[in-house]
């Protein structure tokens, strides 16, 4: 199969353990170019652009917050935000707790305050935050006619794991919830995924290119949808089991260049 776009999951997936590019994946990123090495993650843009600096692709389009935002450069090809009802209620049940709320829309990211949460991502994504109380935000947004791209509550697991439970009975239609870590809640829309993301990408910008063209690399839950889709569905050997049941191939894990090896073997 010739495969005529590159589809690729961020962190787990692409980046080594230091959270960085390695020069073996810039090297056979750019080894296969000019086709498209489309980053898609649940990161918010900024934390996309600079690793697209480092392969040389700036051009090419992006998908952040798990298929909430696409872009192609500054245009918007699919926006799809958590109601603002959701997120007042998700502030409420977090107002009693010692859960940190970080907050997104486009490139924007609000935290009430640079606690241990606010800086842990800010060294992971290597862009820093504005501080704002989620309250503030809320009611600028409201007024603004904006939403959340994304929602993270991050804290005490006992904590977390209340609210996770408390969010998945009462917003079950409205929202995905989604847990990496059991000190971490992952919250978008529940109509936005990578695939259909990568979707719209076919739609509108690359017209000539269909799915089963499309090779993809993930290792979590939120990637299975996108892997099942695509021609090609690789999973990184350090991914959930699930990840790699579903998947048609199992390259290295994250931390080995498992992505720049696959590239290496799939495409020539």
């Keep these: 199969m010739s495969y005529q776009l590159i589809c690729s999951d961020i962190d787990g997936t692409l980046l080594n353990k230091n959270r960085e590019l390695s020069k073996a994946t810039i090297e056979e990123v750019q080894r296969v170019a000019p086709i498209p090495m489309v980053l898609i993650s649940s990161r918010m843009p900024k934390a996309l652009r600079h690793l697209q600096i480092e392969f040389g692709n700036v051009s090419t389009p ?55 949460w606010a800086k ?26 904006k939403g959340a791209h994304k929602i993270m509550c991050m804290g005490d697991a006992e904590e977390i794991d209340a609210l996770y439970k408390s969010l998945e009975i009462t ?67 350090n991914a959930n089991e699930e990840v790699l049941q579903i998947a048609d191939a199992v390259t290295d894990t994250n931390k080995n260049d498992g992505v720049a090896k696959a590239i290496k073997e799939f495409i020539k």
């Excluded at 500054?74 to 009802?85: A, C, G, P, Q, Y």
């Excluded at 842990?120 to 935000?137: A, F």
């Excluded at 990408?201 to 799915?211: E, R, V």
């Excluded at 290792?219 to 299975?224: G, K």
């Design 62 to 116: 992006l998908i952040a917050y798990n298929g909430g935002l696409v872009l192609d450069k500054d245009r918007v090809l699919h926006s799809t935000f958590i109601k603002n009802e959701v997120l007042a209620e998700i502030i409420s049940k977090s107002a009693d707790t010692s859960i940190h709320l970080s907050l997104y829309h486009a490139d924007e990211w609000y935290v009430p305050s640079m606690d241990y």
């Design 120 to 145: 842990r991502e800010e060294n992971n994504t290597k862009v820093t935050p504005e501080i704002k109380s989620s309250v503030e935000v809320l009611n600028t947004w409201i007024q603004e006619g």
């Design 171 to 237: 917003f079950s239609n409205e929202i995905m919830l989604y847990r990496s870590k059991d000190t971490y809640i992952e919250i978008s829309h529940k109509d936005i995924s990578k695939k259909t993301a990568i979707e719209v990408l076919l739609n509108n910008h690359y017209t000539d290119i269909s799915m089963n063209k499309v090779i993809a690399f993930g290792d979590n839950y939120n990637d299975i949808e996108m892997l099942k889709a695509v021609g090609l569905g690789v999973a990184v050997a």
